[in-house]
């Protein structure tokens, strides 16, 4: 199981949240969106998604991950 966090742009209420988390359960992703931080925490396998996806993932939502 691998960990990261991502520093994400542009999410500013619960609906960009629920976006996110929702995106990211599609994948198999479990993630944590830290609205005041602007940063999502993820936990995901390594050998079923890659870090590429996920931030795809995101930036399909219309985010930016920087
Ligand atoms: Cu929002």
Do not use: F, P, R, W
């Not at 990261?4 to 742009?9: I, Y």
């Not at 969106?33 to 890659?50: F, H, P, W």
């Amino acid at each position: 199981m691998q960990q990261a966090t991502l520093t994400v742009q542009g999410m500013s209420c619960n609906h960009c949240v629920n976006s996110i988390e929702s995106a990211l359960n599609t994948l198999g992703v479990s993630g944590k969106v830290d609205l005041a931080a602007g940063s999502v925490s993820i936990q995901y396998e390594e050998s079923q998604v890659t870090l590429d996806a996920i931030k795809e993932a995101i930036e399909e939502q219309g985010y930016d991950v920087v």
